[in-house]
T-cell receptor, first 114, second 112 residues
Framework: DVKVTQSSRYLVKRTGEKVFLECVQD?????MFWYRQDPGLGLRLIYF???????EKGDIPEGYSVSREKKERFSLILESASTNQTSMYLC?????????????FGPGTRLTVL | GQQLNQSPQSMFIQEGEDVSMNCTSS?????WLWYKQDPGEGPVLLIA?????ELTSNGRLTAQFGITRKDSFLNISASIPSDVGIYFC????????????FGKGTRLSVIA
């Protein structure tokens, strides 16, 4: 079974803090993704990565950065958290030999910025 | 970014009823995926479809990859309270190495 884990289920931070959200997958997947989910807006892609040390901007990259130093780990960084970044953050991975586009999601991190 | 047209946005049904939801796109896809998200959790893959016309079941769930490759539907038969959640469709463009495109979800409520 594919397992995608996220470092925290719930996180509360203050405006201006630097925030790290960590995601780890155990299926040797090449591709990893970060989404945010807000009511009525569905899943919006922030950043994705198709290989170690590679990153691509998604639909809403402003205010975020990412790091992929190892294949299994993909980190989302909020350099200076703001209240409009309060959201549910979801990590996903895909890859392998067959059906490489099928994404598997982590449990999510509910981030509140005060 | 492009999103799929998923309908309905929400449904309230009685326990035991059948449910149908669908997704349409102006573009063709090579893959259609259906996910379910329980409250406060990440989406879980329910059914994956990889071929036009394919009809696949997973217990009480049945999904089909439309023959035009621009649509897919998900049916749930004899709904139960634990079917409550948000159901998402997702599609993959034929060009391959691009992220999935997601629908905005159908929120299902089941009244016992």
């Amino acid at each position: 079974d594919v397992k995608v884990t996220q470092s925290s289920r719930y996180l509360v931070k203050r405006t201006g803090e630097k925030v790290f959200l960590e995601c780890v997958q155990d299926m040797d997947h090449e591709n990893m993704f970060w989404y945010r989910q807000d009511p009525g807006l569905g899943l919006r892609l922030i950043y994705f990565s198709y290989d170690v040390k590679m990153k691509e901007k998604g639909d809403i990259p402003e205010g975020y950065s990412v790091s992929r130093e190892k294949k299994e780990r993909f980190s989302l960084i909020l350099e200076s958290a703001s209240t409009n970044q309060t959201s549910m953050y979801l990590c996903a991975s895909s890859g392998g030999t067959f059906h490489t586009d099928t994404q598997y999601f982590g449990p999510g991190t509910r981030l509140t910025v005060l | 970014g492009q999103q799929l047209n998923q309908s309905p946005q929400s449904m309230f049904i009685q326990e035991g009823e059948d449910v149908s939801m669908n997704c349409t796109s102006s573009s063709i896809f090579n893959t259609w995926l259906w996910y379910k998200q329980d409250p406060g959790e990440g989406p879980v893959l329910l059914i994956a479809l990889y071929k036009a016309g394919e009809l696949t079941s997973n217990g009480r769930l049945t999904a089909q990859f439309g023959i035009t490759r621009k649509d897919s539907f998900l049916n749930i038969s004899a709904s139960i309270p634990s079917d409550v959640g948000i159901y998402f469709c997702a599609g993959q463009f034929p060009s391959g190495n691009t992220p999935l495109v997601f629908g905005k979800g159908t929120r299902l409520s089941v009244i016992a």
